[in-house]
């Protein structure tokens, strides 16, 4: 499950795409999928990389990314949030540990039964790049000078 949520963390951030144009047969068994999982979705654009489809669009005004094998599984989605919107044992950690310090740049990951959010947080020498869990337990994946 670890490597599945780098890969797709990987995927997220590393995804190099290309437009479909005329090969709407590989994106067959994802549009099933994701017109059963994603009901109301608009502005949908699709892409595709080695590993996976994507379909980005608009679902109850957040703007989404899902991401789902050749053969039509839906592998995970990312949706950007608002610091308020975090479950509140992140809130509480990230307020325990960084104070008031600005987090912005925050994204929800969904794969399967696993959820995390990836976010920058901001400190008077240097930007963080950390990970929470839904329980709140914090990882910093990255350390940037400003």
Not at 11 to 32: C, D, H, Q
Request: charged share 25%.
């Amino acid at each position: 499950m670890k490597k599945f949520i780098i890969a797709l963390t990987a995927a997220v951030t590393l995804i190099s795409t290309t437009a479909f144009a005329g090969r709407m047969e590989k994106i067959n068994p994802a549009l099933t999928t994701f017109q059963k999982e994603f009901k109301g979705a608009t502005d949908v654009k699709w892409n595709e990389s080695k590993e996976s489809i994507s379909a980005a669009f608009i679902l109850n005004d957040f703007r989404v990314e899902a991401y789902f094998s050749y053969t039509g599984e839906l592998i995970g989605t990312a949706r950007n949030i608002l610091f308020n919107q975090l479950p509140l044992a992140v809130i509480r950690e990230i307020n325990n540990r960084y104070g008031s310090a600005p987090v912005y740049d925050i994204t929800e990951y969904n794969t399967g039964d696993d959820t995390f959010y990836e976010m920058t947080v901001e400190l008077s020498t240097k930007k963080l790049k950390v990970r929470a869990s839904q329980l709140g337990a914090l990882s910093v994946q990255k350390k940037i000078k400003k």
